[in-house]
């Protein structure tokens, strides 16, 4: 990877704005339990720097799962209606995710709702050679998108959300909701990207 951090496969796909933007991240090294809560800081910042008050809208992450050295994380835009030349969605999870490879490096990411024959740069330099990314786990339990990503091979591992970790997250996320005088999970005011 020349111009990227990371491979990341689907880099720049919005599906559609009532759905789930799906994305496994596998990280370059295992991240144990003790590790885990010193990435929600990193993280729920991000999502916090990805909140455009001119539009009201931003984004929310479901509970993290993990399943060995991978995390599905399930991301959502707060104001649905709101289009993807107003909020690149695609844009704010690609930053979100650089910010988290700042903490502790990824391998991989690998968006799960992108169709056959997408191209975008990062994608693009990624898939270079018939590159692919690797097998993933399983999910079992969880819904993954029909894209041509999720269709790929996958291991049997058990999915685990980890209490701790979504403690921290609410933990700061309430502290960076504090700290912009946001008082509710959406419509919040927030200062403007410099």
């Known amino acids: 990877m020349d111009d990227y951090p990371f491979p990341f496969w689907g880099y720049g796909y919005d599906a559609d704005r009532s759905v789930e933007h799906v994305v496994e991240v596998r990280f370059a090294t295992f991240v144990d339990f003790v590790d885990r809560p010193a990435l929600a800081k990193r993280f729920e910042e991000s999502v916090s720097d990805a909140f455009d008050d001119d539009l009201g809208c931003g984004v929310v992450c479901a509970p993290w799962v993990w399943s060995r050295d991978w995390l599905l994380l399930r991301f959502r835009q707060t104001d649905p209606a709101v289009d993807e030349l107003d909020y690149p969605l695609a844009t704010c999870v690609g930053g979100i995710l650089e910010s988290l490879h700042d903490a502790r490096p990824l391998a991989e990411a690998v968006a799960l709702c992108t169709p056959e024959g997408w191209s975008w740069p990062w994608h693009d330099e ?28 996958r ?40």
């Not at 018939?130 to 819904?143: F, I």
């Not at 980890?162 to 927030?190: F, I, L, N, Y």
């Open 155 to 194: 291991f049997e591992a058990e999915p685990l959300v980890d209490a701790a970790v979504e403690a921290e997250r609410r933990r700061w996320k309430q502290h960076c909701d504090e700290m912009m005088g946001r008082s509710a999970p959406s419509g919040r005011k927030r200062r403007k990207r410099s």
């Open 126 to 153: 990624s898939a270079a050679g018939g590159a692919q990314p690797t097998e993933g786990p399983s999910w079992a339990g969880y819904a993954l998108p029909d894209g041509v990503y999720a269709r790929r091979p």
